[in-house]
């Protein structure tokens, strides 16, 4: 079997399901970290900061990782926004429809926070979204704006089952504005290659892995990333027999992945 010189690791059905642990999700991290093979954990969640991540995964399930090592859509937004705007988001403006791991991501940058006429306008999933947000993000990208989309989850996996993602946040704005968001988490390519530049590795020598075929799986599909399906989450393995390009690798537990 092909050895990988590094990870990129989904976390929401793939570490962990929701307050739920998965022990052998923290025996896996635990045999990359002791053969010091360097990792992001890659996951759609803008909710929370890269610090918050991290503390939520020492406390509540006992895996020990640097903020450094989490890579959101926020980041990756960041990242992707810089390089239309020559590295410098300084005095740009944009609305956000998100939770604070968005909106700290993008005001880290330099950018300013505005209702009328923002440059961008980033819509995320948000635990307190409102008509008076979407409104404001509707005739803001309605008069121009561009519209970022940070994933296209429709779905979360949680200890209560599958509850709303920011898809379904931001396709309300896509069918208000008649535009499509352009996306930048999972499935994208996007946020893969940056996780890539951040870690300093090549797609062929990295292993993508993850619970869902439709985001984790299909991001590796699309940045030439070999993945690795562990059946602990979202997708199924009579769903997945019917597709047409295969998971490089599958397992029922990461019990069962030797790195």
Same mark, same amino acid.
């Given at each position: 079997?092909?050895?990988?010189?590094?990870?990129?690791?989904?976390?929401?059905?793939?570490?962990?399901?929701?307050?739920?642990? &998965?022990?052998?999700?923290?025996?896996?991290?635990?045999?990359?970290?002791?053969?010091?093979?360097?990792?992001?954990?890659?996951?759609?969640?803008?909710?929370?900061?890269?610090?918050?991540?991290?503390?939520?995964?020492?406390?509540?399930?006992?895996?020990?990782?640097?903020?450094?090592?989490?890579?959101?859509?926020?980041?990756?937004?960041?990242?992707?926004?810089?390089?239309?705007?020559?590295?410098?988001?300084?005095?740009?403006?944009?609305?956000? &429809?998100?939770?604070?791991?968005?909106?700290?991501?993008?005001?880290?940058?330099?950018?300013?926070?505005?209702?009328?006429?923002?440059?961008?306008?980033?819509?995320?999933?948000?635990?307190?979204?409102?008509?008076?947000?979407?409104? *404001?993000?509707?005739?803001?990208?309605?008069?121009?704006?561009?519209?970022?989309?940070?994933?296209?989850?429709?779905?979360?996996?949680?200890?209560?089952?599958?509850?709303?993602?920011?898809?379904?946040?931001?396709?309300?704005?896509?069918?208000?504005?008649?535009?499509?968001?352009?996306?930048?988490?999972?499935?994208?390519? &996007?946020?893969?290659?940056?996780?890539?530049?951040?870690?300093?590795?090549?797609?062929?020598?990295?292993?993508?892995?993850?619970?869902?075929?439709?985001?984790?799986?299909?991001?590796?599909?699309?940045?030439?990333?070999?993945?690795?399906?562990?059946?602990?989450?979202?997708?199924?393995?009579? *769903? *997945?027999?019917?597709?047409?390009?295969?998971?490089?690798?599958?397992?029922?537990?990461?019990?069962?992945?030797?790195?």
């Amino acid at each position: 079997m092909k050895s990988y010189s590094a990870y990129l690791i989904d976390l929401d059905g793939t570490i962990y399901r929701g307050s739920d642990r &998965i022990p052998a999700a923290k025996r896996f991290v635990e045999r990359l970290q002791a053969k010091h093979i360097p990792f992001l954990f890659l996951t759609n969640n803008t909710t929370k900061t890269p610090a918050a991540v991290a503390e939520n995964l020492s406390k509540n399930h006992d895996i020990h990782v640097q903020a450094d090592q989490i890579y959101t859509p926020s980041l990756a937004t960041v990242s992707y926004l810089k390089a239309k705007n020559q590295g410098d988001l300084s005095g740009k403006t944009v609305y956000v &429809i998100g939770e604070i791991g968005l909106v700290s991501a993008l005001l880290g940058a330099g950018m300013k926070l505005v209702e009328q006429n923002p440059d961008y306008t980033v819509v995320g999933l948000d635990y307190d979204v409102t008509y008076h947000k979407f409104e *404001v993000a509707t005739l803001a990208v309605r008069a121009g704006s561009t519209f970022i989309g940070t994933n296209a989850d429709t779905n979360l996996p949680n200890e209560r089952g599958l509850v709303p993602g920011a898809g379904s946040v931001i396709s309300l704005v896509e069918h208000a504005t008649q535009q499509q968001a352009t996306y930048i988490g999972k499935p994208e390519a &996007i946020i893969v290659n940056a996780a890539l530049a951040v870690l300093g590795q090549e797609a062929e020598n990295t292993l993508i892995v993850g619970d869902n075929y439709e985001t984790d799986i299909r991001a590796g599909i699309n940045a030439g990333v070999d993945s690795l399906l562990v059946y602990t989450g979202v997708s199924k393995p009579e *769903v *997945v027999a019917q597709k047409e390009i295969q998971p490089t690798h599958q397992v029922n537990s990461l019990d069962e992945w030797e790195v």
